[in-house]
């Protein structure tokens, strides 16, 4: 580690003694001198070297057919055909590669043939498909790739004993579970570096443990049991293990890996690859891999089309779900599936064959899900015959495949399934039609699995037209939370499938009314849960105590993508990762709402929690700890308080430090005081006395004029030093319409222009710049004069501009509501992505125009817009129309320029001398805000250094 850290600071070194920006280099791209590696081992040095004489060999596309009928010349042409017409259909055979050897002296066949593709793809897949082909009794295909035939020269005449190593003892992967302090790892990724913290919250501070830049060519992943680390590469997949090490431990060839997936035991990896076709018409080829994740051993894999595998799932790539494959039977490891047309493939790991040697037929099947803790499948079929043959949710238990329980739904739509994590309950979320099939509603079947007979119960909201957004169990609990309702601040509902009487009767525990919440976030131990508004809602926390029914604290993460609890319940992490380009990085909670501390990071990709294997404690041993928590908790109590000792002992010398630091200053200058006396008594004609009180204060104004010179030389200077280059440019306070319409004439590239308080830019003047920037992507306005002409010309003359940025100074007077502004730019910038308006003037009749004439908007600035009224339904289709959305009344500290006046008072591009003209001097400054009483001027009123 420390000869990596080593080279990479030398290489910052030299590249920034050269100029060089690193972020701009694309490394793949780089090749060394043939055998030379200037001293740095790439980890992957023996898998190049294994795989050297398969890369190097380039025959990678040709198949060797073996067994063919050996034929004369005569029937050359009709045998050349029949194999060329089994062979063409599974990929594109290379112009003159087909080739059949001939005997010189009989001028017959060999038996053999070399048959050449366009890709290594299409050749395994056709030697996978056409090994032991019969074409007749006596003709059985033997297909081989040609690469093969050099490892069968490679095998010795005679067998020898292979070597036996030495048994090294690899280090204690659990090592990290015996941390003194009971602390958690995660891993981040930010940039090119991938990091391994503990998270250290007494001291409130992350710790490192372990960093490794170029660690991972796209994402990293943990096991579910925490055991290892997943990274993925272009020649396969990697997994790292360690207290502090992170070794690696064994490496699975896949070239061109794009995802990976663990069973719940970690006792294999599933690899996926997709790969372009050399024929455009035909899907993508698909290759997943299994491996034994100790020995690194393929123990089945599976190939063909992205078709033969784009059925059911959620989410993945080239229009294949992931994960393609559903581990069930708990952490056993015992069975996988996936959801093929009107079958499920079930294979047990004995032999990666499916159970039975067949599938399960279930005609029309959509999905289906594997209990968290046992061997069952729930299954959905659609409504079929329009609606003759109803849906219906099926429990089969594996390997017997025996329906343990059915139940028929009617004028269903759609429905999702989802499991308790003890496996005790299985929800249905069934969106029914009404009767006139015009609308739907959502009600929820729920399965007490663990019970005789399975018995169900049917569930519907109060106002069962609300539309459900979010559903999550309880982990290990008898509850379950719901977000409800089409409002733009939805309602959460609790509920618990056991009541004080009835352990079977589902009842509601309360409704929350208007939350900022469109996501649910249970602790893993129950009890607590963070009710988070992302997206639209800007990262808004509720932190909430399920028993207590009570909110905790509240907070916000603004922009947060991302939530995650550590697996023991006690933190919580907030993340903006990239998806932003501002405010990347996490921040860590305790479970109650308490924030710990905050990591700021720019590229931010990725935050994990180290999971936690489950405990070995029996329920009862657990329960008892629970009831004699207050014995336990003594000895921790006693840890925190030495802590909180430490922590204090470090402030109160710190402290110390710091004023020993400012006495030494004071010290300093006393000395120097005492050192200047006589020369002080010598300008004070000979009076002796320090007393300030005994002299009387004059002041004496001196004018001296220096130098005189006009920024806008610089300015026109940098401009033709650009030689039409210029792609961005900022002016701030001093812009002339003049040195606008200069740059403008030489800068016709330009992409990108702010301005940012420049009362001498007129209305004309902008008009005239733009016309002459046709490229113009962005166009940033702040505290400036109102430009209604300008915006227009804007629209006629910059067909490319994606992001506006027009911002005033917000004031609340209804006389100064205007919508001209909002509807040029609704009537005129279909394309815009980007809009930001603080403090503009516009009403909701503006707002509307510009949700309906910008259908491409993404992220929209409301602040200080005082004229608009986000309630209602308005305010709903914003919510569901932007993905970024700022509201009238959020915090504008990140706005470094002036953002309202007040409740009334004249906007700063309007105000005029002659406005005070025989008038009151007292109350108009008075109406700014800005009159103490003695200077009549304010200077925190000047919009250039206010921070409001």
């Not at 920006?21 to 294994?50: A, C, K, M, R, T």
């Not at 919580?572 to 990762?577: F, G, H, R």
């Not at 911002?807 to 919508?819: E, K, L």
């Amino acid at each position: 580690m420390a000869t990596e850290v080593m080279l990479m600071n030398e290489i910052e070194a030299t590249a920034a003694r050269l100029g060089i920006d690193l972020d701009n280099i694309d490394y793949s791209s780089i090749q060394l001198p043939p055998g030379e590696n200037f001293g740095i081992i790439s980890d992957d040095e023996d898998v190049y070297n294994d795989d050297q004489q398969e890369m190097d060999s380039g025959f990678g596309n040709i198949i060797v057919v073996d067994n063919l009928p050996v034929v004369p010349r005569e029937k050359f042409e009709k045998l050349e055909g029949v194999i060329r017409k089994i062979y063409s259909q599974i990929g594109v055979i290379k112009e003159d590669g087909l080739w059949m050897p001939l005997d010189p002296e009989t001028q017959k066949t060999l038996g053999y043939c070399f048959i050449e593709y366009n890709t290594p793809q299409e050749a395994e897949l056709a030697k996978e498909r056409t090994n032991l082909y019969k074409l007749d009794r006596a003709h059985i295909f033997a297909v081989n790739m040609f690469d093969d035939f050099d490892k069968f020269m490679k095998v010795p005449d005679e067998w020898a004993p292979p070597e036996i190593k030495p048994y090294t003892p690899g280090e204690n992967l659990q090592k990290w579970l015996t941390d003194e302090k009971a602390r958690d790892q995660f891993v981040i990724r930010a940039g090119n570096e991938t990091e391994i913290l503990w998270n250290d919250a007494r001291q409130s501070k992350a710790e490192l443990v372990y960093q490794r830049p170029y660690w991972t060519d796209s994402y990293v992943q943990w096991s579910p049991l925490g055991t290892y680390l997943a990274t993925v590469h272009r020649q396969g997949a990697a997994v790292w293990g360690g207290a502090d090490s992170f070794n690696r431990l064994m490496r699975y060839s896949h070239p061109q890996v794009k995802l990976i997936d663990f069973s719940p035991g970690e006792k294999y990896l599933v690899t996926y690859s997709s790969h372009e076709p050399s024929n455009p018409r035909d899907a993508n080829r698909v290759v997943i891999n299994i491996f034994d994740v100790r020995t690194g051993k393929s123990r089945r894999d599976f190939k063909g089309s992205a078709d033969d595998f784009a059925i059911g799932g959620t989410g993945g790539v080239a229009g294949v779900s992931w994960p393609i494959f559903r581990w069930g039977g708990g952490r056993e490891d015992k069975y996988f599936a996936k959801l093929g047309k009107n079958m499920i493939s079930v294979y047990e790991t004995e032999t990666f064959s499916l159970i039975d040697k067949k599938s399960l037929k279930v005609e029309n099947v959509v999905d289906f899900s594997w209990s968290p803790t046992d061997p069952i499948i729930a299954l959905f079929v659609p409504e079929l015959g329009g609606g003759n043959q109803p849906a219906r949710v099926s429990l089969v238990q594996i390997p017997s495949k025996e329906e343990l329980r059915q139940k028929n739904l009617f004028s269903v739509s759609d429905c999702k399934m989802y499991w308790q994590s003890n496996g005790d309950y299985l929800a249905v979320k069934a969106d029914r039609y009404t009767k006139t099939k015009k609308s739907t509603y959502t009600g929820f079947e729920l399965f007490r699995i663990k019970e005789r007979d399975i018995p169900i119960e049917v569930l519907e909201l109060d106002n069962k037209n609300d539309k459900i957004i979010a559903f999550a169990w309880e982990p290990k609990g008898h509850r379950f939370a719901v977000i409800h309702g089409d409002n733009p601040r939805p309602d959460i509902s609790f509920y618990s499938m056991r009541t004080a009487h009835n352990t079977g009767r589902v009842s509601k525990l309360t409704t929350l009314k208007g939350k900022q919440a469109n996501a649910l976030f249970w602790s893993p131990a129950g009890r607590f849960i963070v009710l988070a508004g992302l997206k639209g809602f800007n990262g808004q926390l509720e932190f909430f105590n399920v028993d207590e029914l009570e909110t905790m604290a509240t907070a916000e993460h603004f922009m947060a993508t991302d939530i995650e609890w550590d697996p023991t319940g006690r933190y919580v992490a907030t993340a903006v990762t990239s998806v932003h380009e501002m405010e990347n990085g996490f921040n860590i909670w305790s479970f109650n709402g308490k924030l710990l501390y905050r990591i700021l990071k720019d590229h931010f990709f990725q935050f994990l929690w180290r999971p936690r294997p489950p405990s070995f404690l029996t329920p009862e041993k657990e329960d008892e700890i629970a009831r004699n928590l207050k014995k336990y908790s003594k000895k921790y109590e006693a840890e925190d308080q030495d802590v909180s000792m430490l922590l204090s002992e470090q402030d109160r010398e710190k402290r110390r430090m710091l004023k020993e630091e400012w006495e030494k200053w004071v010290s300093e200058w006393k000395r120097a005081h005492e050192e200047e006396k006589m020369e002080r008594q010598k300008l004070r004609d000979g009076e002796a006395s320090d007393e300030e009180e005994e002299y009387e204060a004059k002041e004496v104004e001196v004018e001296e004029l220096l130098d005189v010179s006009e920024e806008v030389l610089y300015e026109e200077h940098a401009i033709d030093r650009s030689s039409g280059g210029l792609v961005g440019i900022n002016i701030e306070y001093f812009g002339t319409d003049d040195l606008l319409i200069y740059i403008a004439e030489r800068a016709s590239q330009l992409r990108r222009l702010q301005l940012a308080c420049c009362y001498d830019i007129s209305n004309e003047g902008l008009s005239e710049a733009v016309s002459k920037l046709p490229l113009l992507e962005e166009l940033e306005i702040y505290v400036s004069h109102t430009y209604k002409d300008a915006i227009e010309a804007v629209v006629r003359c910059c067909p490319l501009l994606k992001t506006l940025k027009y911002n005033q100074q917000g004031i609340r007077d209804a006389s100064y509501r205007d919508d001209e502004e909002a509807l040029a730019i609704a009537q005129n910038m279909p394309g815009l992505h980007h809009l930001r308006l603080i403090g503009n003037r516009l009403t909701n009749h503006g707002l509307q125009a510009i949700l309906d004439g910008c259908p491409h908007l993404e992220s929209l600035d409301l602040r200080k817009c005082f004229h608009v009224n986000l309630e209602g339904d308005l305010g709903k289709r914003c919510a569901q129309q932007i993905k970024n959305l700022r509201r009238p009344n959020d915090s504008t500290h990140d706005y470094k320029f002036i953002a309202e006046v007040g409740d009334s008072g004249y906007p700063f591009d309007e105000f005029d001398e002659s406005d005070l003209i025989d008038g009151d001097y007292e109350s108009m400054l008075n109406d700014f805000g800005g009159y103490d009483g003695f200077d009549g001027y304010d200077s925190d009123l000047n919009p250039y250094w206010s921070d409001s």
